[in-house]
């Protein structure tokens, strides 16, 4: 079977006579731009023999070029009328494995790999990147396409418009890197927003205790609020039943924000990734 990847009538033509149909909860858009798709392959900076995750292979263009640069490809794919195809296509590349059903739900089975591609179902996207994240399954190096909005947030810093609780999960654990926006007319069919790819290159390994992607949600929860009564409710759930009394749950918020150097007037989007870790050692090391 023989697809051309680059023309949107010829994949139409394609789904129709398959029987085949685009749908929306799946977040399914393809990428009809040669040029754009072997530069994101070019990005990946992946060596023949090196295993990859595809995530949302589609019909399989990024696939076909994974493959062509010998690399060992694991796809992820949750639609059966695609699944179908890809067997069609693929089976017999030895290099070639696919991972059947919600990749949310099937990830944690699979074995790790250096690499992780895809143009992401912006429907998940987020959500796919911070579970692995939090679940420490983390890659070499990354290379997504998700929406430019997505991407503004996965790379904002403290202080910046953008900056999010998703910003400070990405930067626990990556150097992002936006690589080029990509307009809705590289794609079939047509988003209608503006996409973003994106590099996201592994820190040296760091440890984060166990409350510390808990407590920066918590702290970015009421972006309006404080730092203090954002700490004081996230205190208050976790350690209410072992102190006796409210006044015991403030001083623990003043002594947490004095060993920082807080003043509790700062809001969370003010907060690099050090405070927010430097937070999260002061309450991991409390015996309550």
């Excluded at 858009?29 to 292979?57: C, H, M, Y």
Aim: proline share 4%; with cysteine; aromatic share 10%.
């Amino acid at each position: 079977m023989t697809l051309n990847y680059n023309s949107a009538s010829a994949l139409r033509a394609f789904l129709d006579q398959e029987g085949l149909g685009m749908q929306k909860k799946f977040g399914q858009n393809f990428l009809i731009n040669p040029e754009t798709r072997k530069a994101l392959v070019q990005a990946l900076d992946a060596q023949s023999g090196d295993e990859v995750w595809e995530i949302g292979p589609g019909l399989g263009a990024m696939t076909a070029l994974l493959l062509e640069k010998g690399l060992k490809v694991k796809a992820f794919e949750i639609d059966l009328g695609f699944i179908r195809v890809l067997k069609n296509i693929f089976s017999e590349d030895k290099n070639f494995t696919l991972v059947e059903g919600d990749v949310m739900k099937t990830w944690q089975a699979q074995s790790g790999a250096p690499f992780l591609f895809g143009n992401l179902p912006y429907n998940v996207a987020a959500a796919l990147l911070a579970d692995l994240i939090e679940n420490d399954r983390i890659f070499s190096r990354m290379v997504v396409t998700v929406q430019k909005e997505v991407a503004q947030r996965m790379a904002a810093s403290a202080g910046k418009p953008d900056y999010s609780s998703f910003s400070v999960l990405c930067a626990s654990a990556y150097k992002v890197k936006p690589l080029m926006t990509i307009r809705p007319s590289s794609f079939y069919p047509q988003p209608n927003v503006d996409s973003m790819a994106v590099i996201l290159e592994k820190k040296d390994a760091q440890k984060y205790p166990a409350v510390f992607y808990p407590l920066v949600r918590a702290l970015f929860a009421s972006r309006r609020k404080t730092i203090k009564n954002n700490l004081l409710t996230f205190l208050a759930a976790r350690f209410g039943e072992s102190l006796q009394n409210k006044q015991a749950v403030h001083d623990l918020c003043a002594s947490v924000l004095q060993n920082n150097s807080l003043n509790g007037a700062e809001r969370a989007e003010s907060l690099g990734l050090e405070s927010f870790l430097s937070l999260a050692l002061s309450i991991d090391n409390m015996r309550l």
